[in-house]
């Protein structure tokens, strides 16, 4: 592409922040990659205990504001502020909490970019109030955002977004990538001598990780000596240890909290089966990275994963919260090596589709549409 853009991106967190995950990396990986391009990048964030006011990371100019109570009103006007000094040619809202109402604060030409969106399943997390305030925000997207061009990170959020009465016509569906740097089969590791599950990721309660522990216990039966491995911390782990207490699986479930990434993708390469119990994703990142390590799943059959797990092929859909059926698909994979071992195979060559440099180069066609069709309605 020619034309260099001054882009400016909105988002709670950015990528150095504590709690930053998968909607983080989706969109620092991109933006990174925006600027070797030569475009310029501006980034606003919440603030956080130990962050700078503004830093620079990988060459994007990122300023942090208010709080995570707040930032939905702190942030659009922090960037309003900017907007009266700074031309911009594309402002990026990522949402993946509640959205920031973005044309409502510039008429600079708006590209939402969205993970997912929380829906119903928003109540299994929070209590009902919260949950009900986060949505009657979503219930705005249309209204506000009509005439926006969307980017999604899969074909169950651009459903999600036609339901909601968005135009197909609209909305570019662009599959995440992942670091294959990092996850990837390391020569020389072994697969743990008992079988060993693993979960990875930010432990909440709509995350729905009971599951995983309670299908342990029947996995167990029939498969002697099967062990969990839980990666990760969050505020759902005192009630996730109390689980463990009542199913009796102490001595076979280990919680190892954070690990470093080199740490975390060791022991996926030393794990058999990864499993994913959640209600809903974006995507699934996790699943394709522990694919890229070699590690078959199994998830809920549900928006996100059902496009990020190929049925059969790179592991096994289950319904959503089947306890048994888990502990069928997982006993299935860790007693049939021959389907374990195609399967592994598979999730190889799948992940190694998903790279973030194709990302990259599909998303950068999307912000030059946005920005045309924008100047076309003007």
């Known amino acids: 592409m020619?034309?260099?853009?001054?882009?400016?991106?909105?988002?709670?967190?950015?990528?150095?922040?504590?709690?930053?995950?998968?909607?983080?990396?989706?969109?620092?990986?991109?933006?990174?990659?925006?600027?070797?391009?030569?475009?310029h990048v501006t980034q606003f964030a919440t603030a956080w205990d130990g962050g700078k006011k503004q830093d620079d990371v990988d060459g994007i100019r990122i300023i942090r504001r208010g709080d995570w109570w707040n930032a939905n009103f702190v942030l659009p006007r922090a960037m309003q502020k900017f907007l009266r000094d700074h031309d911009a040619d594309l402002v990026i809202e990522d949402i993946n909490?509640?959205?920031?109402?973005?044309?409502?604060?510039?008429?600079?030409?708006?590209?939402?970019?969205?993970?997912?969106?929380?829906?119903?399943?928003?109540?299994?997390?929070?209590?009902?109030?919260?949950?009900?305030?986060?949505l009657a925000w979503e219930k705005l997207i249309p209204s506000v955002y009509g005439k926006c061009r969307f980017a999604v990170i899969s074909p169950s959020t651009r459903d999600d977004l036609i339901a909601r009465g968005i135009d197909a016509?609209?909305?570019?569906?662009?599959?995440?990538?992942?670091?294959?740097s990092l996850f990837r089969r390391l020569p020389g590791v072994q697969r743990e001598h008992r079988p060993t599950l693993v979960h990875f990721g930010r432990m909440r309660k709509y995350k729905a990780i009971d599951v995983v522990i309670r299908a342990l216990r029947i996995v167990r039966d029939e498969v002697h000596g099967a062990q969990l491995v839980i990666i990760g911390d969050g505020p759902d782990r005192e009630r996730l240890t109390d689980v463990?207490?009542?199913?009796?699986?102490?001595?076979?479930?280990?919680?190892?909290?954070?690990?470093?990434?080199?740490?975390?993708?060791e022991q996926l390469n030393r794990s058999h089966v990864f499993l994913n119990a959640s209600p809903k994703e974006g995507w699934g990142l996790t699943v394709v990275e522990a694919n890229a390590c070699g590690v078959p799943v199994v998830g809920s059959n549900v928006p996100g994963l059902r496009d990020?797990?190929?049925?059969?092929?790179?592991?096994?859909?289950?319904?959503?919260?089947?306890?048994?059926?888990?502990?069928?698909?997982?006993?299935?994979?860790?007693?049939?090596?021959?389907?374990?071992?195609?399967?592994s195979a598979a999730g190889l060559a799948w992940a190694s589709t998903?790279?973030?440099?194709?990302?990259?180069?599909?998303?950068?066609?999307?912000?030059?549409?946005?920005?045309?069709?924008?100047?076309?309605?003007?």
């Open 97 to 134: 909490k509640i959205p920031f109402l973005a044309p409502r604060y510039t008429d600079r030409p708006v590209l939402p970019v969205i993970p997912h969106l929380f829906g119903s399943t928003v109540f299994r997390e929070t209590n009902p109030a919260f949950a009900t305030y986060v």
């Open 244 to 265: 463990v207490r009542r199913e009796r699986l102490h001595e076979a479930v280990r919680f190892t909290g954070r690990m470093s990434g080199a740490q975390m993708v």
């Open 169 to 180: 016509a609209r909305i570019d569906v662009v599959l995440c990538g992942l670091d294959h």
């Open 308 to 343: 990020s797990i190929q049925d059969g092929v790179t592991g096994f859909l289950v319904p959503y919260g089947d306890v048994e059926a888990f502990a069928e698909k997982t006993a299935a994979l860790l007693k049939d090596q021959a389907l374990h071992d195609r399967m």
């Open 354 to 378: 998903l790279t973030w440099e194709r990302c990259a180069d599909e998303m950068e066609p999307v912000f030059f549409r946005a920005i045309d069709e924008a100047a076309r309605r003007a």
């Open 2 to 39: 020619s034309r260099r853009l001054h882009l400016v991106a909105l988002n709670w967190r950015d990528i150095k922040n504590p709690e930053a995950g998968g909607a983080e990396i989706h969109l620092h990986e991109i933006l990174k990659r925006m600027v070797a391009r030569g475009h």
